[in-house]
Nanobody, 121 residues
Framework: QVQLVESGGGLVQAGDSLRLSCGAS?????MGWFRQAPGKERDFVAA????????YYADSVKGRFTISRDNAKKTLYLQMNSLKPEDTAVYYC?????????????????WGQGTQVTVSS
């Protein structure tokens, strides 16, 4: 069993930064971040392999967001810089049993409850 809990969301202005955290219990391998705006599907944001040596980002966040993990602390992070209003969404942490990187929503087995990120202009 894997349980994921996101934290770190909030209300910020455009250009500000936030760091999201995802605390995990149980065994995790590949992990990722997704986001979902009202009325839209959950979209991929970033993914990382178990060792933290391989990352992949959605084009919309490249150069602004950084995904990382601390396996000793069993925590996943998403550093978000230069935030834009279009980044506003509920951000979800996800985990999969796959050892490699996973970018498809349907391939993840475990999900957190989400944390709200709102970026004003």
């Amino acid at each position: 069993q894997v349980q994921l809990v996101e934290s770190g969301g909030g209300l910020v202005q455009a250009g500000d930064s936030l760091r999201l955290s995802c605390g995990a219990s149980g065994r995790t391998f590949s992990m990722g971040w997704f986001r979902q705006a009202p009325g839209k599907e959950r979209d991929f944001v970033a993914a990382i392999n178990w060792g933290g040596t391989n990352t992949y980002y959605a084009d919309s966040v490249k150069g602004r967001f950084t995904i990382s993990r601390d396996n000793a602390k069993k925590t996943l992070y998403l550093q978000m810089n230069s935030l834009k209003p279009e980044d506003t969404a509920v951000y979800y942490c996800a985990a999969d049993r796959n050892l490699g990187i996973v970018t498809s929503r349907d391939e993840y087995d475990y999900w957190g409850q989400g944390t709200q990120v709102t970026v004003s202009s």
